[in-house]
């Protein structure tokens, strides 16, 4: 594996507001790659993702973007690096006041000096890979849920990003469309070579996409392998996530399972 | 213009773009130039792209493909890939099948555009109106039931809101009186002293501030501080579905939310009219004893001398009618707030303006309808 191979590294960092909530955190993820980052409600997994993106400093340590160090750039530096990635945010973040077909062409018109009948083209054929063709002149508003989520992920890979955050994209969704949300993301991966991580304590999406995932409980990086390799981790709290096993501290063999 | 990457060539009736280089978005406006010109060309019956010595393709020179493939079509032409790759292949899967997804959508004509916004205009103006009379009179039905003890409001609503509609408010509607007392106190002296006629001022002041002045410029102070935050609390409140979460818990949003606000703002109107009007009275009698010499207890009994109660129920029946009038327009543009931030800020803009508006419009047929009392 050589340094190129290597998209995100966050080294013994420590996240959090006034104190930490994940410390100690050595991550790497190759290019080309679907990454998990896995962990219960409250285990720190979004504050790790906001100080990845540049939008929360690090209390301790450093995060390495494609290359570059997140915090060791600053303006249009950083501008210049945020730019090779996408984030897709939990709660959508569309701009209320746009049309879908402007939200997703807004980092083309702002950041680029292509035609516009090359980004009205790039828009269309984005939104109908995401099943909203037709639905270009809607607001946010006038969507629902799944449809305004694949309408962020539209936006969030319109530059063809290296590197791709989705912090819980199929959260809340039934399951058919979280699995065309997962559809979607394989196949930018596919087509695009777009690497992904992305935040999410959805079982089926983990199996359905991630090569790899990492396991953060109870303040730090507990697990990190492939989905098998968690699946069969005797660790309690990494048994527990995987098996729906109410309670911390839960062991295989102890607490009873709600659900397989 | 032809990009330096790529070269065009002719073979009989088909023009051929040897594509080199990685085709993204650094060099999409180039490549949509080259390709766009081959493809209007007259001689052209078919465009070959020979993708065999192109780099890696993104989402832009997919785009530049498919717009040329639909332009093409357009001219009755024909679009043939040629050595593609697999990345090449992948990538234009992306372009969605089928040519309903990929249509772009018909833009209607500047006119008709126009014509159809001014027919939603119309259409949006009479369900507000609708809906504006559908509130007034549910408010009235739940007010009813509030004051005959058949309903209840929150615990420490009222309070709560004529604390921050009202005494919060004090300080502003005092100050301003005051100033404008002053003001119109100076200019009337100046103007009633060249006649000898200094003494009127106190009558001038009297008049106007009970009649017009106080309760104007109170009912457009309240409209800036209270009407727009009830626009604001209520638009909010429906963005983040707390109003659906009342109605689905049995609470009705009308009775829990706007009548508190209601009573409120129809104590608070008149309250504050009435402060504002002894302290605008006040700074025109400061500016009498200062510039006329004339004694305070002159200027007090003038005012009383001049100004009957049928002034006093003019100006503070108009209050009462102004505070309606913010009230529910705050609350009807705040509860028509919906799916975004941007609408909180519309419902607030507009509560304003509406307000402003009828205010002014009301105030004016207080007027006429009062001089035409007078003199009937």
Known sequence: MTADDVVLSCRDLAVGYDRPVLAHIDLEVRRGEICALLGGSGSGKSTLLRTIIGLQPPLAGEVFVLGESMYGLAGDERGRLLRRTGTAFQQDALFGSMTIADNVALPLRELTRLPEPVIGEMVRMRLARVGLAGLEHRRPAQLSGGQRKRAALARASILDPELMFCDEPSAGLDPVVAAGIDATLLEFRAALGITLVVVTHELASIRAIADRAVMFADGELRASGTIDELSRSRDPDVYGFFHRVADQGATPNGRRALAT | ?376
């Open chain 2, 1 to 376: 213009m032809e990009s330096p990457a790529t070269t065009v060539e002719r073979d009989g009736r088909s023009t051929v773009v040897r594509l080199r280089g990685d085709l993204v978005i650094r060099g999409a406006s180039e490549l949509y130039a080259t390709l766009r010109a081959a493809a209007r060309r007259r001689d052209t019956a078919r465009l070959v792209l020979d993708f065999a010595e192109a780099g890696r393709i993104d989402s832009s020179g997919v785009a530049v493909v498919g717009l040329i493939r639909r332009q093409l079509a357009h001219g009755g032409k024909q679009l043939t890939l040629a050595g593609l790759g697999e990345q090449h292949r992948a990538a234009l899967a992306l372009a969605p099948e089928g040519s309903s997804a990929s249509e772009p959508v018909q833009v209607p004509g500047p006119l008709v555009a126009m014509m159809a916004r001014f027919g939603e205009h119309v259409i949006e103006l009479g369900k507000s109106l609708a809906a504006f009379g559908a509130l007034a009179a549910d408010v009235a039905r739940q007010a009813a039931a509030v004051v005959l003890r058949r309903g209840r409001m929150p615990a420490g609503a009222l309070r709560y809101h004529i604390e921050a509609m009202g005494v919060d408010a004090i300080f502003i509607v005092g100050l301003l009186s005051f100033l404008t007392g002053m003001t119109m106190a100076f200019q009337g002296a100046v103007q009633l002293q060249r006649f000898g006629a200094g003494v009127f001022v106190a009558d001038m002041v009297g008049v106007s501030m009970v009649r017009e002045l106080v309760p104007l410029m109170t009912a457009v102070i309240v409209t800036g501080r209270t009407g727009a935050a009830i626009a604001a609390e209520l638009g909010t409140m429906r963005v983040r579905s707390e109003i659906d979460a009342l109605a689905t818990m049995g609470i009705r949003p009308v009775r829990f939310l706007i009548v508190p606000r209601l009573l409120a703002i129809t104590m608070i109107g008149p309250a504050l009219t009435l402060i504002g009007i002894f302290i605008g009275i006040l700074g025109g009698m400061v500016v009498a004893a200062a510039t006329l010499d004339m004694p305070p207890v002159t200027f007090w009994s003038r005012v009383a001398e001049r100004v009957t109660l049928f002034d006093f129920v003019h100006g503070v029946g108009k209050s009462v009618v102004f505070a309606w009038i913010i009230g529910l327009s705050g609350s009807h543009l705040g509860m028509r707030a919906s799916g975004d931030a941007g609408s909180v800020g519309t419902a607030t803009t507009r509560t304003v303006v509406t307000s402003v508006f009828l205010i002014i419009v009301v105030d004016a047929v207080f007027a006429t309808l009062s001089t035409f009392g007078r003199s009937g």
